[in-house]
């Protein structure tokens, strides 16, 4: 029966890493520089917060694709306090902001607010609502309300390392079959941690205090608390570094977005709210409880110019309601027209920069980050969707400027404008993706179906289930995953040379495009029947 756990779980792996690599390689040489719009390709760049980044990944691809002009966009998921530093620039010089927008699951604070408002008008567009959750890796201790069950109190001795067993008696006391799940008389917590500034540490630590200031204090609130954390707490950066020390550590717990846990497959704690109940942050979500923190929370201001730092969304009241959830937030400047040294954008870039903008509040774009990745969509809100209206409206641009429009239907002549961005335009790489991504979820339906089948005839006939049966259901598995790993290699090699060979013939066709913003020059000269190609990159 281990074996046949062990081994389901790594076939889980070993699709999704495989899927991730041949992601990778589709993409990557899916990219060609087409003369047209201008001189060259309109580049936007961002950074910020980890937790939303996969959503703002998938919007600017899908954008990239059905673009009818070439863009480059990239955001760099580096944590919301590098994000908020590098869209307020350094002080030495004058504050320049390094990147063309920001976002973060926190707000400026009052003084970072005070250094920007006191030159210029700044944004806060709420864009995403999303749970950040607690995770663990306890053998045999299962997801759901027969679980594990955590008060604020209990989760803020774990955090502190005063507690340091799962069975000590006020864990048990909560949880009274978890000594028969575990099976052992004692067993370790470990403790998983964020490093290097982050939301979700600024959201966890804020949550136990504001719910059990008893063990834990103020000074233990804050994005980034260093060695104020007890020295054998484990040190993580990222999402993805907190989900590999939570998995790759048995008795681990540790907090993360909730859709990248869930995504992950990692097992959720069931936290009681401010009214008493255990839930999980999933249950939370299907109840609306995830969006009914924004609406009992009092500190909204009434414009995206205002200071945001009073805003709180945590330990707010009702029955579905998530105690831990994190807004987050895109960072722009108001005036895009006058800009301080390196901010400049010309009105091409100010065009995709506002077209990236209205795509976190058209539904056909944004609802995708819910079924994807678990997200909150902020326009189901009033109160957020009025401050977003606010803020896109306000935003001043360069005269020339002609806003970019969706095509979700046909539209003749329309649709065949530059500043359209179609679903109906996609590229051969994507096309192939998305089938490639219907075919692993096939094969995942099914793998889930073979997995509830096995352990219905374990627990039917669990004593004819031998340790042979359980060596002949390992070595299935095993080819399984040497299958389908070798099946997805060969659909990324094909699509890899397929695209790459269509891109040299492109390279040869003559002409020339520069990408702004240094990224790429690219010339083709023909000379005597030859091709003399010249590349700088």
Avoid at 301 to 311: E, I, L, Y
């Amino acid at each position: 029966r281990i074996a046949y756990s062990y081994t389901t779980s790594y076939l889980h792996h070993s699709i999704m890493l495989s899927l991730r690599c041949f992601l990778l390689l589709s993409s990557s040489y899916s990219i060609g520089f087409t003369s047209g719009h201008g001189s060259g390709v309109t580049v936007i760049h961002g950074s910020g917060t980890t937790n939303p980044s996969k959503c703002y990944w998938h919007i600017m691809d899908s954008i990239m694709d059905r673009a009818k002009v070439p863009t480059r966009m990239t955001y760099r998921a580096v944590g919301s306090s590098t994000g908020i530093k590098e869209f307020m620039g350094e002080e030495s010089d004058d504050y320049a902001q390094l990147n063309h927008f920001s976002s973060g699951d926190i707000s400026l604070d009052a003084d970072q607010y005070k250094i920007i408002s006191d030159t210029e008008d700044m944004l806060h567009l709420p864009v995403v609502l999303g749970a950040i959750s607690l995770f663990h890796s306890i053998p045999n201790v299962p997801v759901g309300s027969s679980g594990l069950n955590m008060t604020s109190c209990l989760l803020a001795r774990i955090m502190k390392r005063d507690i340091k067993d799962w069975l000590h008696p006020d864990i048990v006391t909560k949880n009274p079959n978890l000594e028969m799940l575990i099976g052992q008389d004692q067993y370790p917590v470990k403790v998983a941690r964020r490093v290097l500034g982050s939301s979700s540490t600024k959201s966890v630590t804020a949550y136990l205090h504001a719910s059990c200031p008893e063990h834990w204090g103020s000074d233990m609130v804050g994005k980034e608390l260093g060695d104020k954390w007890p020295a054998d707490t484990m040190e993580c950066e990222g999402s993805g570094g907190m989900t590999d020390c939570i998995r790759d550590n048995p008795g681990t717990i540790g907090y993360i977005d909730a859709g990248h846990g869930h995504s992950q497959n990692l097992i959720e704690i069931e936290l009681q709210n401010k009214n008493g109940n255990y839930i999980s942050s999933l249950q939370s979500d299907e109840l609306g409880g995830i969006g009914y923190a924004a609406e009992a929370s009092k500190g909204l201001p009434s414009s995206p110019m205002d200071d945001f730092s009073k805003v709180d969304l945590l330990n707010q009241e009702g029955d579905d309601t998530w105690p831990i959830v994190a807004m987050s937030y895109i960072y722009v400047k108001k005036d895009w027209t006058t800009p301080r040294k390196h901010d400049m954008m010309d009105h091409w870039q100010q065009e995709l920069l506002f077209a990236f903008l209205q795509a976190l509040y058209t539904p056909s774009y944004i609802d995708e980050c819910k079924e994807l990745f678990g997200f909150t969509p902020a326009y189901t809100n009033t109160k957020l969707k009025a401050l977003a209206d606010i803020g896109l409206e306000s935003i001043i641009m360069n005269a020339n400027v002609t806003k970019w429009e969706f095509e979700s239907n046909t539209m003749p002549y329309i649709g065949g404008k530059q500043n359209i961005i179609s679903v109906k335009r996609r590229s051969n790489a994507e096309y192939e993706r998305s089938q490639l991504t219907s075919q692993l979820q096939n094969l995942q339906n099914k793998l889930t179906a073979l997995e509830l089948s096995q352990k219905a005839m374990m627990a039917s006939d669990a004593k004819t289930f031998t340790d042979q049966n359980g060596t002949e259901l390992t070595f299935s598995f095993a080819c399984s995953i040497v299958s389908i790993v070798l099946w997805i290699l060969f659909l990324a090699k094909t699509i890899f040379c397929r695209t790459a060979a269509n891109n040299k013939e492109n390279s040869y066709n003559g002409g020339e495009v520069v990408a702004r913003n240094g990224i790429a020059t690219t010339k083709a000269k023909q000379s005597h029947g030859a091709k003399d190609e010249e590349e700088v990159v």
